[in-house]
């Protein structure tokens, strides 16, 4: 079975301007949850969204928004950003709400200048 | 809310020694207790879950211990082998309140030299 993919891998975006993040989740998977990891924050969980709904959200600004589509493939946006956005965003798919363990994707490394 | 706390220095041991991972934990919650490893640039991978009923659970060279009295959570590499050099990572997944969501400690480095 594939693993998730995230699409890109590296993103170099100017303060301002906005940003989509694309994940896969592997396949049969529904539930999928995106973090912001940073060396000083680590590993930060954004938001989860299972059966094309948000089930939960971290303490982010309105700035930072998702969704999920019918195939559960999933999307993350970041509005206005900021330079403290710039960080390693990572996607993990897991297969429903009674399953914990997570598989992560490799991350996007979102740079911003 | 769940605060999860690892030792932020480096690990560092002897190829073949035991490494040992401490993971503290309050504001205690029934919860489901779990590891990943991280390499650099890359995103965590699942190792082990363990649910609080649960003492210890193994798995080939790896262990793990979850005490609900002391709040923590002790892994364990036995035979380790400079491949194992990584952060590793615990979370801990609330049963109840919590939001339903991983909560991520900030990780231990462990380099494992010849």
């Known amino acids: 079975k594939a693993g998730v993919t995230q699409t890109p891998r590296y993103l170099i975006k100017t303060r301002g301007q906005q940003v989509t993040l694309s994940c896969s989740p592997i396949s049969g998977h529904r539930s999928v949850s995106w973090y912001q990891q940073t060396p000083g924050q680590g590993l930060q969980f954004l938001f989860e969204y299972f059966s094309e709904t948000q089930r939960n959200k971290g303490n982010f600004p309105g700035r930072f928004s998702g969704r999920q589509f019918s195939n559960s493939r999933s999307e993350m946006n970041v509005s206005t950003l900021e330079l403290g956005d710039s960080a390693l965003y990572l996607c993990?798919?897991?297969?429903?709400?009674?399953?914990?363990?997570?598989?992560f994707g490799p991350g996007t490394r979102l740079t911003v200048t | 809310s769940q605060k999860i706390e690892q030792n932020s220095e480096a690990l560092n041991i002897q190829e073949g020694k035991t490494a040992t991972l401490t993971c503290n934990y309050t504001n205690y919650s029934p919860a489901y207790l779990q590891w990943y490893r991280q390499d650099p640039g890359r995103g965590p991978v699942f190792l082990l879950l363990?649910?609080?009923?649960?003492k210890e659970k193994r798995k080939e060279r790896l262990k793990v211990t979850f005490d609900t009295t002391l709040k923590q959570s002790l892994f364990h590499i036995t035979a380790s082998q400079p491949a194992d050099s990584a952060t590793y990572l615990c979370a801990l997944f609330p049963l109840t309140g919590g939001g339903n969501k991983l909560t991520f400690g900030t990780g231990t480095q462990l380099k494992v030299e010849l």
């Open positions: 993990a798919s897991r297969y429903g709400t009674a399953s914990y363990e997570q598989y």
């Open positions: 363990i649910r609080e009923n649960e």
